[in-house]
């Protein structure tokens, strides 16, 4: 074997591809670009596999988590917290609305923000909560929600990474006031560029999400409020359309290929590999381990053309980005470990199993060598 990609597109969309092309083509002879029939079928479509009232189709995860935020209130004055370990975009939507996004530490052994440090922070300026499904292993929902009912805090959950995953028997998404997707390419049900989806309980936040995400319209000139454009595109809602039916299979696949990781590489003291919070069905968007010389492995299997990543290499509280807030460095210890130590393996619906069978080889070679 010369080479493992981290993900390889070509090869999971190899059998779609007629299927794919005639999707497209579908919607460039249709002349209809933006919303329409095949935006509304895959919101259906979509909602129908979640078992939810109703899905918006939206831009990106980050304009989602925008319109979510915003449509349930929050702006100016609120605190929302969420985890410091996760995707700058989480944070970004908070502070979008005007609203100040607390940072919270991870959980000992897991990447997943820490209910119990979560409670800590709450104050009487906190209105929401925002767990993060990092790795595609659902958050400690059962916690989040007790936090919210005990405080009357709101919960929008980030599922960017998780699409598709279960905590007690529930999709992730379905638990909290609102759920936010992405279809960034990489991620379990990935588009052609970029896209999102939104779910909300309410269905007049539902509602406003809907108008928000489209110049806050009820009809093509009649605006109630100001929005922004953050409309899922017609060309990307048809090529998730094809998509859509193989994510559970692509899902259980990345189950397989992190069993085969699991057991390959058993047996290597100094790797911790990921644990499953149990009464949850993680779906793997990344299978993370986590070594005491990260650099040095992430080089090693280089050489041996095995790409590799890093999700995330800093906790955002440490970026310049947030050089503003109070707790910086050494505030987060569990997240500040976890970034200087994590390394993200090659995933995706399309692995074989020789391929994970010769990174754990040359992981374990390595450890020897070492
Ligand atoms: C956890 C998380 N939240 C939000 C986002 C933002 O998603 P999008 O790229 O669709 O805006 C991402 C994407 O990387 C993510 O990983």
């Known amino acids: 074997m010369t080479n493992v990609p981290f993900v390889d597109f070509k090869r999971q ?15 460039i002879d249709s002349t209809h670009y933006i919303g329409g029939e095949e935006v509304q079928a895959f919101e259906r479509e979509m909602a129908a596999c979640l078992g939810a009232q109703e899905v918006c189709g939206v831009a990106c995860a980050t304009s989602g988590l925008f319109a979510a935020l ?20 989480t944070a970004e939507a908070i502070s979008l609305t005007g609203a100040t996004a607390v940072f919270c530490d991870i959980q000992k052994g897991y990447f997943n923000i820490d209910p119990a440090e979560a409670e800590k922070k709450i104050t ?8 993060v499904h990092l790795y595609g292993q659902p958050a400690d ?68 999400i809907r108008m928000f995400s489209n110049h806050g319209r009820t009809s093509k000139y009649l605006h109630e409020f100001e929005g922004i454009n953050s409309r899922l595109d017609a060309l990307q809602a048809a090529l998730l359309r094809v998509c859509l039916p193989y994510l559970d299979s692509w899902n259980a696949h990345r189950r397989l290929a992190a069993s085969w990781y699991d057991a390959g590489l058993q047996g290597i003291n100094s790797l911790e590999y ?14 993370v381990i986590r070594v005491p010389d990260r650099e040095d492995l992430q080089a090693y299997l280089k050489k ?8 995330y290499p800093y906790a955002l509280s440490t970026l310049p980005a947030y050089a503003h807030v109070k707790d910086r460095n050494g505030s987060f210890p569990e997240a500040e470990a976890a970034c200087a130590h994590i390394l993200s393996l090659p995933m995706s619906p399309a692995i074989s199993r020789e391929e994970v069978d010769f990174v754990c080889s040359a992981i374990k070679a390595y450890f020897k060598a070492s």
């Open 274 to 287: 990921p644990r499953v919070l149990p009464g949850t069905e993680p779906v793997y968007h990344v299978y």
């Open 70 to 89: 915003k449509c349930l209130g929050i702006g100016p004055g609120d605190e929302v917290i969420t985890t410091v370990h996760t995707a700058i975009a």
């Open 141 to 208: 929902m059962d916690s989040f929600l007790q936090l919210a009912r005990k405080h009357n805090l709101l919960v929008v959950e980030d599922c960017a990474q998780a699409q598709g995953a279960k905590y007690r028997g529930n999709y992730v998404g379905t638990m909290g006031d609102a759920g936010v997707f992405s279809f960034f390419p990489s991620k379990n049900l990935g588009g052609f560029g970029d896209g999102g989806a939104v779910i909300a309980k309410d269905p007049a936040v539902m509602k406003k």
């Open 124 to 131: 009487a300026k906190t209105r929401a909560l925002v767990p």
């Open 13 to 27: 969309y190899a059998t779609l591809r007629e299927t794919l092309h005639q999707a497209a083509c579908r919607v």
């Open 304 to 311: 041996q053309g095995i790409e590799t990543g890093v999700h």
